[in-house]
């Protein structure tokens, strides 16, 4: 994967689905919005890597190194980093039962706000574990801290400074988002940022540039690795 022509795909969840945005060759080739992940990546099947910002791969009894990690790199911005909680608790239907069975196998609950990844963190979970190893979980926040030596952005991404900011470290590592970006512009803009600096790690993969949160790995009780990459 080391052709620096290869087409790759950041991917961000969003109100309405998925937003993903392509690069070729390092730089923006096209935007594309679905309601389901599928749908979204087929606009991406000549991309050789799938950033993605959402949880893939989980443990059967204790919280993920990988998130961990990343809050840590993050340090005073540590809270854009959720705690995935061990697979038993992703199974259960509702967020009561989730939260029970959190605590049971953890000691410590479940935030509605984690729960709320259910759907998706099952929809991504399952793509991957049926076999499309093209998928590869990013942070968009640790990948921007990245973009800027290291240092996480201090505005929030819903502010318009916040946005301003990442707009600029996406363009200083050539990656120059239009006005028009067809469907795709009706997506939150912050979800379209996170989308684009996912596509800037998936590029970074493919060219065998990338690191990864732990290395080596967690590994699912299938032999998946559990890490996030940027």
């Not at 950033?51 to 989980?58: A, F, Q, R, V």
């Not at 940022?193 to 993969?205: F, N, Y």
């Not at 732990?214 to 990459?229: K, Q, S």
Request: with cysteine; hydrophobic share 45%; aromatic share 6%.
């Amino acid at each position: 994967m080391s052709n620096s022509r290869t087409d790759v795909m950041g991917v961000d969840a969003c109100p309405t689905g998925w937003v993903g945005v392509v690069l070729r060759a390092g730089r923006f080739a096209s935007a594309h919005a679905a309601p389901d992940l599928h749908g979204l990546l087929d606009h991406g099947r000549d991309a050789a890597v799938v950033g993605i910002d959402i949880p893939l791969g989980l443990l059967d009894s204790r919280w993920r190194q990988a998130d961990r990690l990343a809050a840590a790199r993050l340090g005073p911005q540590r809270a854009r980093v959720f705690a995935v909680p061990p697979r038993p608790v992703w199974e259960e239907d509702e967020y009561a039962a989730a939260n029970h069975r959190c605590r049971m196998v953890t000691g410590s609950g479940l935030s509605r706000q984690t729960w709320g990844l259910v759907k998706k963190l099952r929809e991504a979970n399952g793509i991957r574990e049926a076999g499309d190893e093209r998928l590869h979980e990013v942070h968009p926040e640790i990948s921007f801290a990245a973009m800027a030596d290291g240092s996480p952005v201090t505005w929030s991404k819903k502010s318009w400074t916040g946005q301003r900011m990442r707009h600029r470290l996406l363009r200083a590592h050539g990656i120059v988002l239009p006005e028009d970006l067809g469907a795709a512009g009706r997506v939150p803009p912050d979800d379209v940022l996170d989308a684009a600096a996912a596509a800037w790690s998936a590029d970074r993969i493919a060219r065998g540039a990338s690191e990864r949160l732990p290395d080596p790995p967690e590994l699912t009780a299938t032999g998946l690795p559990i890490a996030i990459w940027w």
